[in-house]
Structures are given as C-alpha cells and as structure tokens.
C-alpha cells in the first residue's frame, strides 16, 4: 500500500453515483457488531479479508460507529491545522488502521442478481472484500459508495465482508473541516439487490409558478409513475405534466405529495415538493418570492458516538430547530446523513448541502500545493461534486450546492461547478472562498460586520448575499443577532445566513464535556470547538433562546402605549395564529384574554386593537404582554409598558452609632451585617470570567483586561464618615503598578428595617478599555438558595443578547440561574431587575430594590474560582452565595470569529451611579 494510500483522493472500484432511493428491491442492513482490530500503523499487517482467517480474538465493535468513542486511540480536535506534516499526498506511516469483518448469511433467492455493497460513510478511507476478493475503496468520507460485489458473493451461504480503515489517507487533505478527527465506518453499510428491469436512479424534477405545478420525473424507459393525490397513475415518466391545484413546498407550508415510480420488477417510493428556486434581479428566490435564511450550521456529531447520530436525534434537534424558528440549514461541511433531508423535506427547511471538501490548512503554508489549484487532484474533487450532487438531487429542502468551504481558489472550483450544473442546472452555486463569483450564483461572505452588510446591501446591483457563516455563537452570545436581522429585513438583497453553529461539539467525560486538549493532543484548538447554539446533549443555550425570539415570524413592536404587529411569515398569512395577552402590575396579572391575530399577508403590519381592560388604579409598574401562538407553538411574543412604577423611596432618618447604621453594622467601611442577616460587601467589582467572545478574535478585549489589571484589583478606604447625607465611605480602587483608578463613594442611608447604598463611581487616569462589569459584588449566606425577582427573563440576558428578556415575576434557584456552558465563563444574568429576594426554606432572607434597576447574578462560587475553572466539575459550590448588583455588562458580541459588540453595547470606563435598597426579610 502506498505511503500516500489513495491516489490523491480518488475512489476505485465503485459504480456510478445515483440519487438515494427508498425501494422495495431486498436489502440487508449490516449494522450491528463486526469483529475489529486496531493496529497503529497502516503497514506490516496481515490478511485479514481471507475466508478462513481466524478473528476469534479481536473484540466486537458496533458499525455504524467511530472507533475513538469506543475506546480504540483518542478523539482529536483541530480547527486549521492538519494534525499531520503537509506533504500531499502523503500521510504518516503511524497511521491507525481499524480492520472490519462481518459473515453474513446471503438468501438463495438472491442467485443470479446484480447486487451492490453501499457504504454512506467511512473515515477516511475503506479499502473492502468480499470472500477475499478486493472490490475497491471508498474516498470521501462523507460521500455514498457503491460496489458491484455480484460476481464474489455467494447465495445461500455465508459470505465474509471485510473493510480496512485507514484514518489519514490522500483525501484527509480534502476534509480539514473544524470538527474533531474520528475515523471509522459511521455510516449505514447494506447490501442491495438490484433487479433487473429495476431502477437504478431517478431525478425529480417539480416546479412552481403562477399558481401551477410543473412535474418531470426521469427514470429508465418503461417505468411508470403514479401521484394518486394529484391524480397521476401509471403515466409514463420522463414526460412533463402541468398540474392545476397543486400547493408550493415552502419550509413554512413543506406540502409534499406521495409517489411511486415503478417497474414490473422494482417499485421506488417519493416525497415530491413543488418550488422553483431561481435568481432573479438580483434577489435568490424560490416560487417568486425572496427566500430569507434564518439558519444555522449544522455538523453531525454526537456526545457519546461521535460522527454517529442516531434518527430520533436527528428528528428532535430539527424539531427544536423549528421550534426557535430556524428555517435554514447549512450542511457544514460535507453532505449530511441522507436522512436528515428526508426530514428536511417533512418538516421544511431550505438547505444548502456542501460539498466534502475543505483545505483550510493550507492557508497556513500561504496555500501552496493546495488542492483546488492542483490537477492531480481535479477526478477527486469532480468525483466529490459529482456524489453530492447524485445522492440528494430530489429533496425539495434542498436549494443550492455549495462546492465547499474554506478551501482558497484555483482551477479546480471551475470543474466541480461544471458538473454540478451539468447534473443539475436548476439549483444555484454558493462557494464563499471564491470573492470573484466566477463559479457561484451568490455572493457569499462569513463574518461580515453590521457596517459591510450594510454596504453590501445598499448597492444598486449585484448578486444575492448570504453570510454562510455570522454570530459565533461561542460560549455566551451570540449578541448582534437583533442588528443582522434588521440588516437582513431592510435591504432585499441580504438574504439571512447562517449562525456558526448548531452544536457544541463536546464529548462526553465522567461529569462534564471535553474539548481540544483534553485527550492529549499534541495539536489542538482548544474548546474552539465548542460553538453551538445548543450543548452537546442538546439542550438549547440562552443563544439559541434570543435566536428564537429574534427569528420569531409574528412581530410584536411596542407603538406608544400600544402595539403593532407585523406579519414575518415568508409565505403565509396569519390565519389560525392567536394572540393571549395579560395586564400585569408589578408581575402579577390583573387581567387577561385571547383574541385572532389581524388579517395579514406575509411583511405586513397593522396596530393591534385594545386587548385589554383598563389599568387598575395605583402606583405599581404595569405591562402589557401579548404572545402570539399557532397549533400551541409560541410564534411571537412583545410587550409594552402600560404605566411606569412611582419612584421607589429610598431608606433615611437613622444616623450611625457606634458601626451600627439603622438595621445594618459596618466594619472598616464595609457591610458585614443585616438585621441579623451576616453578609460580605458590597464593595466595587468590575471583573467578569471571560466569555469566549472576550477571549478570541484578532484584538480580544479580555487580554486588554488582564494588561490593565482588572482581575486583580486592591481596594483602599480613604474615608468613612457619617454625616448629613449619610454614613459615606470613599474608596479607591486600583491595580498594582498602575495610576489608573476608580474613585467609588458609597452613601448609606437607613431606617428601622433597611439600608439603601447609593454607589457614585469615577475614574481618574488613562482608561483606555472598557470595564467587563460596572458594580458591586457581596456575599451572602448559602442556605438564601430560593431566588425570585421582578425583571427580565425567564433567562439569562446581557446589553446585545435581550429581545427574549420580558419583564415579569418569576422564581428560580441560586443553582438553576447558572448556566452550564462547557468551558466555565461569565453567565446567568437577569437583566433591568426592580426588585429581587433571596431566601431560605422557612421565607427569611434578603431583599433588594433597584432605583431603577440592576443587573442581577448570583452564583455558589467566586468570579475568581468561575474564571479558573476549565470543565463545569471544577466548579464546587462553597458556604456563601455570591451576588453581583450592576450597572452593566459589557456587551457580548460575536468576536470569538466575527465582530465585537456594537459600539452602543461597550461598557465604557465613565462614571456611573447605582442605587439599590437592601432589607433583611
């Protein structure tokens, strides 16, 4: 075998790529448990495909799987960097090598017809026999391959398949996809009989326009179709029938209509969607109208099986997609299990399937001897073209081909976008590597900021734009998502995009998740692999939360003292969606109702009409809050202010005695008690755990933090005196080795049951970063672990992350505020609180008041401890619940690969006040 192993990329042995078909032909799936080996090198081994070899003493390993999750060598994570020397197209000879065995029992009535071996995925590499004969090699790891095995296989007797793995072969160059390295055969493997007279592919083609369908099924000679809803059966195929009274395919109604093509000898089942999906004047359309992608990406990946997804998986996360309203999917970075777009099809998503290709790693070497621009390499890279195109040619879901990602430019784009539009000439091409366009029909871009989308978008012409890739949503965040989508709404030509990503790709380690490193990789990219929008178990983050109120398609605007509602439904009206609505003062609701949502054509708005009862008469703070709903999914939901809250009085007439003031007792100038109640602060605080957007990107403001020593800074009382206006302590706040300062006054003023603290903080010197946070911080007893508050929420939500934040009440725990993001950071705020309370089991506690507001955290552990913790089990909850009060957050952007926060939402060093109200309950 040669040091190379694969021929720069290139499959041998296999048939002709065809669409995947669900037929009636027999099959045998082949999963389940094989006999396995592991070796580490790919040379100096036996033959193992031999009918009489003696496997006894290998273990059983289930297929589909990838060895590494199994406990076979470990999972390895790079972003870029190839985890081997760039030497095309040669690999190492440490190159591990799993061998596969599997006896299977062939029906006799399978004698005499054609039958084919199908694999739909094997990393990277599979050279396969069949009773010791070799019959080929699969390259493109996800990518279907096809054998003829009819002349090796034996009816009515047992048969031995055998597959050699290779993990690095010629074609890893072509998939450095920022995903971890986990080889083995993670696919389906059947056998299939292929009848004679049967059918070896079929290409639908289902248009839509002016009110009518247009259907041309191709499929071999002879073979006839039926659409008995449509009132098709038995008409010839490869004819065109214009249809009356058909309905549009639109991820919004995913109408699909049930076929058949069939033989004499073979019967093949379809889902047929009607769309046409075309560019025109500028604009990526589909059945006429403007296609907006609210997507994500979306890689396959698993916690405990790594590259193996299990169905009901799949199905769940694309029903919690769409239950955030996510309409889009991008297949990064190769074609996707084939069963994902048959649920594509079923629930309705528009999705561009990319091509298995990605050379990102040659960037680092300026991109010499990359792939795209090397003709060694064009029959692999058409060959990949030409399998992505094949196998999902049929799925309404799917609208264009991507040729791939991140692969720089050269010669070889050229020759895949050629096949791909001889193949299939009705669907665009998105390749975003490729800033000329010359081989793509949009313009694609990852990262843009608000101000080039803005640019872009106000051209008078060009192609249609899509960000492939926007709003890292690494750690907490993304922020922005509000600002894109209002991009994406006022300029036609943006045409929406895809958040960076779906999943965190974690993988499950006693009680937490692992990333790059944590297995011992000599090259890693660290926890960069952990960027989705929901943890790896799937459980959704407070990202994919604002995403959904962000991408919600009923828009609730506040109008004065009322609201509008706009309909942003792509293609249907608003019949059949309802709109509750509450009047609540202070949080608790005084009135309620349900009534129809207007009648409203997708983009238009009209003013809601009174939905409610008038206000009771008082002082309290009231709100209107209106959630829209279809079939019991929420689809929108706002709110309004209905009257602002009176001011809150602030605690005086008490005078300090002794270090008593009122219910309070102070040591040094700091609180240490309340009403019995012992507590540690408030003192000024102004250092969060960086978020991964504080970390990463080209200039990241966490390392600005560190070189101003905002981690560690020493406070100096430099007063505390009582006077007229209070017991009054000023405080200077610095780092070591710098004149830089913040200069913090703290006024207390009591009465018989609470202290109020108003904190007027300056900064003196050369601030040249914003602050992280800008508040106080103290610690209370651990048992105050019942929290309810009068605020945002139910979630987390910071300054550029908080369209999903509604004011109301509610209750939680200290425990359940946090959020467990992978690598432990900054996290669980409650936004623009008036009034929180924090108590034991028997109701005493502690209470506080806002004037106005604060920002609310409480966690069982110090920000010191959150910010040194690396997995969610390093962090262990003390005897004290810390509390941080306020006055903001900086904000979270997307900077760990894209912008940073949006000017408005950086927490600038000024000077800044805060009030809150402290009673001992």
């Known amino acids: 075998m040669s040091a190379h192993i694969g021929d720069f990329g290139r499959p041998h042995g296999t048939v002709p790529p065809r669409a995947a078909l669900h037929t009636d032909a027999p099959s045998i799936d082949l999963s389940g448990a094989w006999r396995f080996r592991l070796s580490p090198t790919a040379t100096g081994l036996d033959e ?86 070799e019959v080929g090699a699969t390259q493109g790891s996800r990518l279907t391959h096809e054998f003829d095995v009819t002349a090796h296989l034996r009816a009515g007797e047992a048969n031995v398949v055998a597959v050699r793995v290779h993990q690095w072969s010629a074609g890893s160059y072509l998939e450095d996809q920022d995903m971890w390295w986990l080889p083995g055969i993670f696919r389906a493997v059947t056998l299939e009989v292929r009848p004679s007279g049967g059918i070896d592919d079929v290409f639908v083609h289902a248009g839509f326009a002016d009110g009518r369908g247009t259907l041309r099924v191709d499929a071999p000679d002879g073979a006839l179709l039926s659409v008995p809803s449509l009132g098709l059966r038995d008409v010839a195929v490869n004819t065109d029938h214009v249809l009356d009274r058909v309905e549009p395919w639109t991820p919004e109604t995913p109408t699909l209509y049930e076929a058949a093509v069939s033989t004499g000898a073979e019967t093949v089942s379809l889902r047929i969607g009607f769309r046409t999906v075309a560019v025109v004047d500028g604009l990526l359309t589909a059945n006429g109208q403007r296609i907006f992608f609210r997507g994500v990406n979306r890689h396959e990946f698993h916690p405990d099986l790594g590259r193996v997804v299990p169905l009901d998986a799949v199905r769940a996360e694309l029903e919690l997609m769409k239950t955030h309203h996510v309409n889009a999917i991008r297949t990064s970075h190769y074609p996707p299990d084939a069963a994902l777009l048959d649920l594509c099809d079923e629930l309705g998503f528009w999705v561009v399937v990319e091509n298995d290709f990605e050379t990102h790693g040659f960037e680092q070497n300026g991109w010499r001897n990359n792939p795209t621009d090397d003709p060694r390499w064009t029959d692999a890279l058409v060959d990949r073209m030409r399998r992505t195109v094949q196998r999902d040619k049929n799925h309404p879901s799917v609208v264009m081909w991507s040729l791939g990602n991140e692969a720089g430019v050269g010669r070889n784009l050229a020759s895949m976008a050629a096949v791909a539009r001889e193949l299939d000439p009705d669907r665009p091409l998105h390749y975003e590597g490729d800033r000329s366009n010359a081989h793509t029909d949009v313009h694609s871009r990852m990262y843009a900021t608000p101000d080039e989308v803005a640019e872009i978008g106000a051209a008078p012409d060009g192609l249609p734009f899509v960000l492939c890739e926007y709003a890292h949503a690494m750690g907490n965040g993304p922020g922005l998502l509000s600002t894109y989508r209002e991009l994406f709404e006022r300029y036609p030509r943006c045409q929406g995009g895809f958040i960076w990503e779906w999943l965190d790709h974690g993988i499950r380690r006693g009680n937490h998740f692992a990333y790059g490193g944590d297995f011992g990789e000599p090259v890693h990219d660290g926890n960069f692999v952990i960027d989705g929008l929901v943890f790896p178990d799937r459980t959704p983050s407070p990202g994919l939360t604002e995403l959904g109120a962000i991408f919600a398609p009923v828009r609730l605007v506040p109008d004065g003292d009322a609201l509008t509602v706009r309909n942003g439904y792509d293609h249907r009206d608003l019949t059949g969606v309802t709109l509750d609505w509450t009047v609540a ?111 990463f990107g ?50 207390w003023t009591a009465d018989d049951d609470a202290v109020t603290l108003a904190l007027h903080v300056e900064p003196t010197g050369d601030w040249d970063v914003p602050l992280p ?149």
């Open 48 to 133: 193992f495909w031999a009918e009489g070899y003696d496997d006894s003493g290998w273990d059983a390993l289930p297929v589909p799987s990838s060895w590494p999750m199994h406990g076979y060598g470990q999972p390895a994570y790079t972003n870029i960097t190839y985890p081997f020397p760039v030497d095309p197209p040669h690999v190492p000879t440490e190159n591990p090598t799993g061998d596969h065995r599997r006896v299977i029992e062939v029906p006799a009535d399978w004698a005499g017809q054609r039958v084919l071996l199908r694999f739909e995925g094997v990393d990277s590499y599979g050279r396969v026999w069949v009773n010791g004969a």
């Open 585 to 695: 003062v202070d949080g608790t609701t005084v009135a309620a109702g349900s009534q129809a949502a207007p009648d409203l054509a997708p983009g238009q708005s009209a003013p809601l009409p009174a939905l409610h009862a008038d206000v009771p008469a008082g002082r309290g703070e009231a709100w209107l809050t209106v959630t829209a709903r279809l079939a019991g999914a929420t689809v929108g939901a706002g709110q309004v202010r209905l009257r602002s809250a009176a001011d809150r009085p602030r605690r005086s007439g008490r005078r300090l005695v002794g270090d008593t003031l009122g219910p309070a007792v102070f040591r040094g100038g700091d609180l240490v008690a309340l009403g019995g109640l012992a507590l540690r602060g408030p003192r000024l605080d102004v250092w969060r755990a960086p978020i991964d957007n504080d970390v």
């Open 698 to 747: 080209p200039d990241p403001v966490a390392d600005r933090w560190r070189k101003a020593g905002l981690h560690r800074l020493t406070h100096r009382v430099v007063d505390a005196a009582d006077g007229a206006d209070g017991y009054v302590v000023t405080s200077r706040v610095a780092p070591a080795g710098s004149d830089r300062a913040l200069l913090a006054t703290y006024t």
């Open 773 to 921: 946070r800008a508040g106080v911080s103290m610690a209370i007893p651990g048992r105050l672990g019942a929290v309810e508050w009068f605020g945002g929420g139910p979630g987390e939500a910071y300054v550029d992350s908080s369209v999903a934040a509604l004011v109301g009440r509610y209750e939680s725990t200290v425990d359940a505020l946090q959020t467990p993001y992978v690598r432990p950071q900054e996290n669980g705020n409650r936004t623009k609180v008036r009034q929180a309370s924090f108590t034991d089991p028997t109701g005493a506690g502690l209470e506080l008041i806002g004037h106005p507001t604060f920002e609310l955290t409480a966690r069982r552990w110090s920000t010191a401890e959150l910010t040194s913790a690396r997995h969610t089990d390093d962090l262990r909850p003390g005897r004290d619940v810390h509390l941080h009060l306020d006055y903001g957050h900086h904000g979270l952007g997307t900077a760990a690969c894209g912008p940073p926060p949006a000017p408005e939402a950086w927490l600038h060093a000024e000077p800044f006040d805060l009030v809150v109200t402290l009673r001992a309950r």
